[in-house]
């Protein structure tokens, strides 16, 4: 309440020194003035306003310091008040723990004395002790309620203290607040007429000063438009000046522009025919170029392989209601051994009814697609079966096996996978490139026409022979087979053959060649061939056509003399060998069947045809009046005779034996070996009796390939140069005695 007065004091004093300050008569004055009186006036309205906050501030920090100081008092007397309950709690306790001791004293002292009667004075104890444990709660109740009333009383006294402090310093404040309102309506009301008053005065002053500023300005105005006016006039001359010279620059510029260009145009459309002219022939340098380096890289490759990946599900049979019997795969396009844009086709079989021609053969073949000009030696392969091929292509034609294997003999399971490959042996290819035409001459030379080059092609032919090594390596083993006289197969496990091979059913032995003769096969029938006496083996020689052998067929210590022209591809033998067990060598229990030859010699048949007349021929006139439309073929028979010099060094060849023993590393093929116990479960022959013909004569043993069901046993035949694999051996025919002759299918052959 004291500081009312002093506030209102120090607003007086400041509105007198403002009151002071303001002058007593208006004067001059100018924008700025009124701007800083206006200032002023805010400043002091803001400070009046800030002093009624300050002052409202003020009043409500002391009246919650007084509430605080309040909650202060009230709080400690409760803290006193819960204090003074505790220590009365803990003094009724200890005096009750203190009572109790001196009782237990007390008793434990006049225990001994007391014997007899100690239960009167346990109950008077127990009495005792309830009495003053009732006595100490009666006192510890009435303690409480005396110190609750007290401080209930002293809550109430500081609640009604704080209600009326609080309403006085509420009412104070109030006063305070509207006695400082009205001084401050009061001087903002005496402020409010002060500037009008000096807005009024400076408005009037400010009229004056600006009509005498507009005169001014109105006068240096016209003098600025006359000054315009002249200057302008003379912008205007200069700019219709600067129009004609930019007008003649402007056409000036124009004529040369154009003359640059055209002399631009025509530059640049030479310079683009000379770069296109150019950039033509590195094309084509780079074409041939690229040409040429393919051409280099696969001059190597000898062979590729067109793996097919998910054949199972990729590759199938045609439906059979399609018309055609097979359908067709391609592999993309390649290079290899010089010749270009090659290409594969599979083509996989439907089964027809009524069965066709070499429907059993297989279901599946490969063929080769080959640019014109190309003339191909070559093997195509699908999985392990192959055939070797030649060709000239005089277009772009497939050409290829027929009905090879059945497709799903060749999948590998593993993978899932299908290869077909071609491997080209030798290839011929004719390039043509054309003269070029000479160089225009220049002036001052003169043409030579001797020297000047016709005009016309020049053909190049490109030989890639990939199977030169092949033919060198069989000529020289046909050359060290020359050499062979006797050749040795040794049987082994000879106690279970006759278990294992039923009556009809042969052992043959790998193609071998001898004293200059190839595709030799040695036939052994444990159990006799049919119509051989039992207990008795027959041995046979597989010779191919024209082959006239001077031989003979030994087993164990048991030799036969032979001698035979094979007229056509057969066996020659004898039926009644000897007993099978005179040829067991018990130490070893196995069978050892040799061959010796003392003559031999081979016919060798070609076919040659007659060229027809044709441009460029170099024939005389005669022989060309000789020829004939067509091509005339003929038959040259030559007879080869290896010689047999006295004492010349001869080799001895051994064959291996069924049981041929492999490495870990040697990758199986199509023949695999199989462990001798498998043998016992094979099919009894459906040939164990001989066959009598109409003619009461015995039937000949078949041929190797189609002999016997081992056709998983290296000792099978491998004929694959002069007869292929679908083709059947002739069989044997009988002569006199027990020696069978070669008979069989096939047109005659006469030898010269």
């Given at each position: 309440?004291?500081?009312?007065?002093?506030?209102?004091?120090?607003?007086?004093?400041?509105?007198?020194?403002?009151?002071?300050?303001?002058?007593?008569?208006?004067?001059?004055?100018?924008?700025?003035?009124?701007?800083?009186?206006?200032?002023?006036?805010?400043?002091?309205?803001?400070?009046?306003?800030?002093?009624?906050?300050?002052?409202?501030?003020?009043?409500?920090?002391?009246?919650?310091?007084?509430?605080?100081?309040?909650?202060?008092?009230?709080?400690?007397?409760?803290?006193?008040?819960?204090?003074?309950?505790?220590?009365?709690?803990?003094?009724?306790?200890?005096?009750?723990?203190?009572?109790?001791?001196?009782?237990?004293?007390?008793?434990?002292?006049?225990?001994?004395?007391?014997?007899?009667?100690?239960?009167?004075?346990?109950?008077?104890?127990?009495?005792?002790?309830?009495?003053?444990?009732?006595?100490?709660?009666?006192?510890?109740?009435?303690?409480?309620?005396?110190?609750?009333?007290?401080?209930?009383?002293?809550?109430?006294?500081?609640?009604?203290?704080?209600?009326?402090?609080?309403?006085?310093?509420?009412?104070?404040?109030?006063?305070?607040?509207?006695?400082?309102?009205?001084?401050?309506?009061?001087?903002?009301?005496?402020?409010?007429?002060?500037?009008?008053?000096?807005?009024?005065?400076?408005?009037?002053?400010l009229d004056k000063e600006c009509k005498q500023i507009v005169?001014?300005?109105?006068?240096?105005?016209?003098?600025?438009?006359?000054?315009?006016?002249?200057?302008?006039?003379?912008?205007?001359?200069?700019?219709?000046?600067?129009?004609?010279?930019?007008?003649?620059?402007?056409?000036?510029?124009?004529?040369?522009?154009?003359?640059?260009?055209?002399?631009?145009?025509?530059?640049?459309?030479?310079?683009?025919?000379?770069?296109?002219?150019?950039?033509?022939?590195?094309?084509?340098?780079?074409?041939?170029?690229?040409?040429?380096?393919?051409?280099?890289?696969?001059?190597?490759?000898?062979?590729?392989?067109?793996?097919?990946?998910?054949?199972?599900?990729?590759?199938?049979?045609?439906?059979?209601?399609?018309?055609?019997?097979?359908?067709?795969?391609?592999?993309?396009?390649?290079?290899?051994?010089?010749?270009?844009?090659?290409?594969?086709?599979?083509?996989?079989?439907?089964?027809?009814?009524?069965?066709?021609?070499?429907?059993?053969?297989?279901?599946?073949?490969?063929?080769?697609?080959?640019?014109?000009?190309?003339?191909?030696?070559?093997?195509?392969?699908?999985?392990?079966?192959?055939?070797?091929?030649?060709?000239?292509?005089?277009?772009?034609?497939?050409?290829?096996?027929?009905?090879?294997?059945?497709?799903?003999?060749?999948?590998?399971?593993?993978?899932?996978?299908?290869?077909?490959?071609?491997?080209?042996?030798?290839?011929?290819?004719?390039?043509?490139?054309?003269?070029?035409?000479?160089?225009?001459?220049?002036?001052?030379?003169?043409?030579?026409?001797?020297?000047?080059?016709?005009?016309?092609?020049?053909?190049?032919?490109?030989?890639?022979?990939?199977?030169?090594?092949?033919?060198?390596?069989?000529?020289?083993?046909?050359?060290?087979?020359?050499?062979?006289?006797?050749?040795?197969?040794?049987?082994?496990?000879?106690?279970?053959?006759?278990?294992?091979?039923?009556?009809?059913?042969?052992?043959?032995?790998?193609?071998?060649?001898?004293?200059?003769?190839?595709?030799?096969?040695?036939?052994?029938?444990?159990?006799?061939?049919?119509?051989?006496?039992?207990?008795?083996?027959?041995?046979?020689?597989?010779?191919?056509?024209?082959?006239?052998?001077?031989?003979?067929?030994?087993?164990?210590?048991?030799?036969?003399?032979?001698?035979?022209?094979?007229?056509?591809?057969?066996?020659?033998?004898?039926?009644?060998?000897?007993?099978?067990?005179?040829?067991?060598?018990?130490?070893?229990?196995?069978?050892?069947?040799?061959?010796?030859?003392?003559?031999?010699?081979?016919?060798?048949?070609?076919?040659?045809?007659?060229?027809?007349?044709?441009?460029?021929?170099?024939?005389?006139?005669?022989?060309?009046?000789?020829?004939?439309?067509?091509?005339?073929?003929?038959?040259?028979?030559?007879?080869?005779?290896?010689?047999?010099?006295?004492?010349?060094?001869?080799?001895?060849?051994?064959?291996?034996?069924?049981?041929?023993?492999?490495?870990?590393?040697?990758?199986?093929?199509?023949?695999?070996?199989?462990?001798?116990?498998?043998?016992?479960?094979?099919r009894p022959s459906v040939a164990r009796e001989a066959q009598?013909?109409?003619?009461?004569?015995r039937t000949n043993p078949p041929s190797p390939a189609n002999?016997?069901?081992?056709?998983?046993?290296?000792?099978?035949?491998?004929?694959?140069?002069?007869?292929?694999?679908?083709?059947?051996?002739?069989?044997?025919?009988?002569?006199?005695?027990?020696?069978?002759?070669?008979?069989?299918?096939?047109?005659?052959?006469?030898?010269?």
């Amino acid at each position: 309440p004291a500081r009312g007065p002093r506030a209102r004091a120090a607003a007086g004093a400041r509105w007198s020194r403002v009151a002071g300050a303001m002058p007593k008569k208006p004067a001059y004055a100018t924008e700025d003035d009124l701007e800083r009186t206006k200032a002023e006036l805010e400043d002091l309205a803001s400070r009046a306003k800030a002093a009624g906050e300050k002052a409202a501030s003020e009043a409500r920090s002391e009246i919650f310091a007084e509430l605080g100081k309040v909650s202060e008092v009230v709080t400690a007397n409760a803290q006193t008040s819960k204090e003074a309950v505790a220590r009365v709690a803990d003094d009724a306790a200890v005096h009750a723990k203190k009572c109790a001791e001196d009782v237990r004293a007390h008793l434990l002292t006049v225990k001994t004395e007391l014997a007899d009667s100690s239960d009167g004075l346990h109950k008077t104890a127990l009495e005792i002790v309830r009495e003053t444990e009732a006595s100490l709660k009666r006192t510890f109740a009435d303690e409480m309620v005396a110190l609750t009333q007290q401080v209930d009383q002293e809550i109430a006294t500081l609640r009604e203290e704080m209600v009326a402090a609080t309403n006085k310093f509420a009412e104070e404040a109030a006063n305070e607040m509207v006695k400082q309102r009205r001084e401050t309506d009061a001087g903002a009301e005496q402020l409010s007429q002060t500037i009008q008053q000096t807005a009024a005065e400076f408005r009037a002053s400010l009229d004056k000063e600006c009509k005498q500023i507009v005169d001014a300005q109105q006068k240096a105005a016209t003098l600025q438009d006359e000054r315009n006016e002249r200057a302008q006039s003379e912008i205007w001359l200069k700019l219709e000046r600067l129009d004609d010279l930019l007008k003649e620059a402007r056409d000036a510029a124009k004529e040369h522009t154009d003359d640059v260009d055209s002399r631009a145009t025509s530059g640049i459309s030479g310079l683009r025919a000379d770069a296109e002219r150019r950039l033509d022939g590195l094309d084509e340098q780079a074409e041939k170029l690229h040409d040429a380096v393919a051409e280099v890289e696969n001059i190597p490759t000898r062979r590729v392989d067109w793996v097919i990946r998910n054949v199972s599900r990729r590759i199938r049979p045609p439906s059979a209601s399609k018309a055609c019997l097979h359908t067709s795969w391609f592999s993309p396009k390649f290079d290899m051994a010089g010749a270009h844009g090659l290409q594969l086709e599979l083509q996989l079989f439907r089964q027809a009814d009524p069965p066709v021609e070499g429907q059993a053969a297989g279901d599946c073949a490969v063929y080769l697609w080959a640019c014109r000009g190309m003339n191909l030696v070559y093997k195509l392969y699908i999985g392990t079966k192959s055939m070797q091929l030649e060709k000239v292509f005089n277009g772009r034609v497939p050409y290829g096996t027929k009905r090879l294997c059945f497709l799903k003999d060749q999948i590998n399971r593993e993978e899932d996978s299908l290869r077909v490959s071609v491997e080209i042996l030798e290839s011929v290819r004719e390039v043509e490139h054309p003269i070029k035409p000479p160089p225009p001459v220049l002036d001052g030379e003169e043409e030579d026409e001797l020297t000047k080059p016709l005009e016309g092609n020049i053909v190049f032919r490109r030989h890639i022979n990939n199977r030169l090594t092949d033919q060198v390596k069989t000529q020289v083993e046909n050359m060290r087979s020359r050499m062979v006289r006797r050749v040795e197969w040794r049987l082994e496990h000879a106690s279970k053959l006759r278990c294992c091979f039923p009556p009809g059913e042969p052992m043959c032995s790998v193609a071998f060649a001898a004293a200059g003769v190839e595709n030799l096969q040695l036939m052994f029938y444990p159990c006799g061939y049919q119509g051989a006496t039992d207990g008795f083996c027959s041995v046979y020689l597989y010779a191919p056509a024209g082959a006239t052998l001077k031989f003979a067929l030994l087993a164990g210590s048991q030799r036969r003399d032979a001698q035979n022209f094979f007229e056509d591809a057969g066996a020659y033998g004898r039926t009644n060998f000897c007993r099978f067990e005179s040829v067991v060598e018990e130490d070893t229990d196995s069978i050892l069947v040799a061959l010796e030859i003392d003559e031999a010699h081979q016919d060798v048949t070609a076919r040659v045809a007659h060229p027809i007349v044709a441009p460029g021929d170099r024939r005389t006139q005669a022989q060309i009046d000789a020829a004939v439309p067509g091509a005339v073929e003929s038959v040259v028979k030559m007879q080869r005779v290896p010689g047999k010099l006295a004492g010349s060094l001869q080799d001895r060849r051994v064959l291996p034996s069924l049981w041929t023993a492999k490495t870990l590393g040697e990758k199986s093929g199509p023949n695999d070996v199989r462990p001798f116990d498998d043998f016992k479960t094979t099919r009894p022959s459906v040939a164990r009796e001989a066959q009598v013909s109409s003619r009461g004569e015995r039937t000949n043993p078949p041929s190797p390939a189609n002999a016997s069901p081992l056709s998983a046993s290296r000792s099978m035949p491998s004929l694959t140069k002069e007869f292929s694999s679908g083709d059947q051996l002739p069989q044997l025919s009988r002569t006199s005695g027990d020696w069978a002759g070669a008979g069989g299918v096939g047109p005659k052959k006469v030898r010269g």
